[in-house]
């Protein structure tokens, strides 16, 4: 089995995507045998556009399992919530689905990477949150982080989300694209070294402009 990691973000559109995407290329570049995988796609119709950039990013094609439908089990139209989104259209997340293509995958390839639709406390159904199926699933976590004005607030709250949950930190990555105030991000960057002190927990802290397959020793 290969292993699996689950990319969320402090908040929507704080650069999940791109970050993933990032990952999948220094993959790529040192010869590591990978995937991506969108575990839920809301505000899309067909393939997921998420993974499309992934692929866009690594410089690559889309793969066998993307066709079969295993890297984006879950696809809803409307831009919200998987929860609200599954329920406009009459139908509620198939989370078995997910672990299994995820599984699936992991059995095909070395490194699984898993992004998340939002933050982490978003609801994929009426009972389960994302970071509770994470934690179910047992998925290390890579968290998209920026030093953007408000950021230590969501970033220290996501990072007591996942270990009141037992999941894993596989790393925290500061996305510095597009560039905040150098202040804020360094600011926002020692506040994250404070937290992991303070919690114990020992991962490394990256920019999204370095070498993001150090996440994923061999």
């Known amino acids: 089995m290969g292993r699996v990691y689950f990319i969320s973000g402090i908040d929507t559109g704080i650069g999940k995507t791109v970050v993933a995407g990032r990952m999948c290329r220094a993959l790529q570049e040192a010869g590591r045998d990978w995937i991506s995988v969108k ?5 899309c119709d067909g393939f997921s556009e998420d993974l499309d950039a992934h692929r866009a990013l690594a410089g690559v094609g889309r793969f ?18 998987p929860l609200l989104a599954a ?6 997340v198939d989370l078995k689905r997910i672990a299994a293509s995820v599984e699936t995958c992991a059995k095909r390839h070395e490194i699984v990477i898993v992004e998340g639709a939002g933050g982490l406390l978003v609801p994929l159904t009426e009972e389960t949150l994302t970071a509770d199926f994470v934690a179910e699933q047992g998925w290390p976590l890579i968290l998209v982080a920026s030093g953007r004005l ?14 009141a949950r037992g999941i894993p930190f596989a790393g925290i990555v500061m996305n510095d694209y597009p560039q905040t105030d150098p202040l804020l991000f360094e600011d926002a960057r020692k ?8 919690m114990g927990i020992a991962c490394p802290v990256m920019t999204s402009r370095d070498d993001l397959c150090a996440i994923c020793p061999p």
Not at 87 to 92: F, K, M, N, Q
Not at 151 to 157: P, T, V
Not at 191 to 198: E, I, W
């Open 191 to 198: 506040a994250v070294a404070r937290a992991l002190k303070r």
């Open 87 to 92: 329920g406009l259209e009459g139908r509620t």
């Open 64 to 81: 066998p399992e993307d066709e079969e439908g295993l890297t984006a089990p879950q696809i809803f139209k409307f831009p919200a919530s």
């Open 39 to 43: 575990m839920v796609q809301t505000g």
């Open 150 to 163: 408000g950021a230590i607030n969501h970033i220290l709250l996501s990072m007591e989300a996942a270990k």
